[in-house]
């Protein structure tokens, strides 16, 4: 008889990958979740076979032999599945273990039908180990958690993480006005043509004072898709422009907000003299910020289209924030671009906007829309008809707000790339007059390090081998042609100024070097024209010495004996006072050692100062402490010593 094990591991096994083919990746939300809680049930089994390293990624190619006839897409998306699946299992692994732990020593323990919902939390919380594998493990032993000390715990710490009781709640907020709508009516948005339109309040609302405007109809687009909504004004009087200060009634909007099925509200930012219910108003989007939120997010569609026409066919949007100065785009990948990717998606997109293509933008049904290959987001919700947009090459469903031809976009930067959760990344990157305001930042960075490096980096650009015209162009896009080809610009660049800037700093480490050296013989020369005291023979030099580090301290001391002023018969002592603590050295000449050890000498001193360390020299100890105030009583403590041998 098969052991029931096997049987759930390749059960899950299946699911696990198909959900993966589908474009899902392990995470803490929704379909991700689910996904995660799959392979993690998979693990425990795997885990109760005595199996504690990544194994189940192996059998994908087992399971793509034998389905991938009737699922030609699992075999190809093999590799990337088995990638996913091992980097959950890597994770797991040892929040597995630390899990099974507590959880054992609970049931060994306790025999209470119920395990601690307060322990269940701490797995939950502390280690990362879920609620359900906590309960599945239970029951298998007859018992449960005390979900109600678990709800308790969970409460309290939403409470700690409560910010101040002034914030709205946006759950409260969106409750409330999806509450008006059938009162009220709901919103008519005119904003993909207009940019100010007459319109009517139906609702003016006050809550934590904060006030909320509501129109009959807008152009203000609300936030949505990751797209910040629109501010502008909302006046008594039909404006000609923006500046509000022009108007003796009006109310500025910062931002607006969908909640329902369709009602905008207006959050206002101040306000001069009064609106109410029932005014026939004009409400005026500011045009500059709509301009650089569809510049943002046009350019969010290209970025897509290049991630997967040059990184990973397998990669697709997992969110956006377009805000008018930047925008934020996350992605599913395992691993940071490179400077070679970053290099070709700019140049990609740059391309799309150099062609100046028109924008165009249907509405058609939604399995139309996906038979022409347009890309939907997988955890969004769709009306039966659809909004499509086409820009480039890029298909996608979309009711945000864009620009009228490509080219409008200006210019595409990346910013960075960044890791924000397990195989999910972030691009920051700028558009229009913000990418050229942060490339003309960067230009007076350089300009200001050639100056105060006094050195001069070559117009390379000038230069036809650097230009990368040839590289896309409507030829390579047309044809079809392999647009993963490594850059030799970069490699190029690097090599030459490597070699520029490894002659700099080799030059600066040897000036360090010969500044280092100066300043230790100028510290020498000072130390052998001071007193030293001749007890019994013996030479002792006591002395402080400032402004220097550990090693270089390290060095005067045992470089001085070859002064001949020290040759013979000396036991030499410094120290240095820095940052509330003291370093000192004990360095003795050879023909001392007979009756003189340095290490024993740091042990007799070593509690006037509280000091650790020493070494295991017997002609060098060196150490340090925190009682600075102990330093005063080592030289009367060594001349005892001395007396004494």
């Known amino acids: 008889m098969i052991d029931p094990k096997f049987k759930i591991i390749a059960d ?35 885990h109760k076979l005595g199996i504690n390293k990544p194994i189940m990624y192996k059998y994908v190619e087992s399971l793509s032999r034998n389905m991938s006839l009737h699922y030609p897409e699992l075999n190809k998306k093999k590799e990337y599945i088995q990638n996913i699946i091992k980097d959950e299992e ?37 280690y990362g180990f879920p609620l359900d594998l906590t309960q599945d493990i239970l029951r298998e032993n007859n018992r449960d958690v005390n979900i109600n000390e678990f709800n308790q715990a969970m409460s309290m710490q939403r409470d700690r993480a409560k910010s101040s009781l002034n914030n709205i709640n946006i759950n409260d907020l969106a409750q409330y006005f999806a509450s008006k709508e059938n009162i009220i009516g709901s919103t008519e948005f005119t904003g993909y043509n207009e940019l100010i339109n007459e319109c009517k309040i139906i609702d003016i609302s006050i809550i934590n004072g904060q006030e909320f405007i ?43 907000k969908k909640f329902g099925n369709n009602i905008y509200v207006h959050i206002v930012e101040t306000k001069k003299g009064n609106l109410n219910i029932g005014d026939k108003v004009y409400a005026m989007i500011d045009d500059q910020n709509r301009q650089a939120l569809a510049q943002g997010h046009s350019a969010t569609h290209l970025l897509h289209k290049a991630l997967k026409l040059l990184i990973d066919e397998n990669i697709s949007q997992k969110g956006s924030s377009i805000e008018a100065q930047y925008f934020t785009f996350d992605y599913n990948y395992n691993k940071p671009l490179t400077n070679n990717d970053i290099y070709k998606i700019e140049d990609l997109i740059n391309f799309y906007i150099r062609k100046n293509d028109k924008v165009k933008t249907d509405i058609m049904k939604l399995d139309k829309a996906i038979n022409r290959g347009a890309i939907a987001m997988f955890d969004s919700q769709y ?8 820009i480039g ?59 105060a490096l006094n050195i001069s980096i070559d117009n390379d650009y ?33 090599n030459k100024y490597n070699i520029k800037g490894n ?12 500044i280092a050296n100066l300043k230790k013989e100028l510290i020498i020369s000072k130390l052998i024209t001071r007193d030293i005291q001749n007890i019994s023979d013996i030479n002792i030099l006591f002395t402080e010495i400032a402004d220097i580090d550990v090693k270089q301290l390290r060095e005067i001391s045992n470089d001085i004996i070859n002064n001949k002023k020290f040759t013979k018969s000396s036991i030499i002592i410094l120290y240095n006072i820095s940052n509330n603590k003291v370093i000192i050295t004990i360095k003795i000449t050879n023909d001392l050692l007979e009756k003189f050890n340095a290490c024993t000498i740091f042990k007799a001193i070593s509690p006037h100062i509280n000091a650790k360390g020493g070494g295991s020299q017997a002609d060098f100890a060196m150490g340090g402490g925190d009682k600075i105030e102990g330093i005063n009583n080592i030289k009367n403590n060594l001349i005892n010593i001395i007396h004494d041998a």
């Open 12 to 46: 899950h096994l299946r699911s696990s990958s198909f959900l993966i083919m589908d474009g899902i990746i392990p995470g803490n939300e929704g379909r991700s979740y689910v996904l995660r809680r799959i392979l993690r049930r998979a693990m425990l089994q795997i």
């Open 90 to 126: 890597l994770k797991f692994s040892q929040t597995l273990s630390n899990g099974l732990k507590i959880i054992n020593d609970e049931l060994l323990s306790n025999n209470k039908k119920l395990m601690s919902g307060y322990i269940a939390f701490k797995l939950y919380d502390t």
């Open 214 to 256: 509501i129109l009959n109809k807008t152009p203000f687009y609300a936030t949505s898709g990751g797209q910040r909504g629109d501010k502008g004004i909302i006046t008594g009087h039909k404006p000609k422009n923006i500046k509000q200060e022009k108007y003796t009634n009006y109310y500025k909007i910062s931002q607006t």
């Open 383 to 390: 009306e039966e008809d659809v909004r499509v947009l086409e």
């Open 393 to 451: 090459d890029s298909l996608e469903l979309c009711g945000g707000t864009h620009v009228d031809f490509s080219g409008n976009i200006g210019i595409f930067k990346i910013i960075s790339d960044s890791s924000i959760a397990s195989g999910i990344r972030r691009i920051l990157a700028k558009v229009g007059s913000n990418a050229y305001d942060y490339l003309r930042c960067q230009d007076i960075k350089t300009k200001a390090i050639e100056k």
């Open 462 to 494: 000038e230069n036809d081998k650097y230009t990368k015209s040839g590289f896309i162009d409507s030829f390579c896009i047309d044809n079809n042609l392999d647009l993963r080809n490594d850059y030799n610009l970069e490699n190029e660049l690097n």
């Open 503 to 514: 002659d700099l700093i080799k030059t600066i480490k040897d000036k360090d070097k010969e």
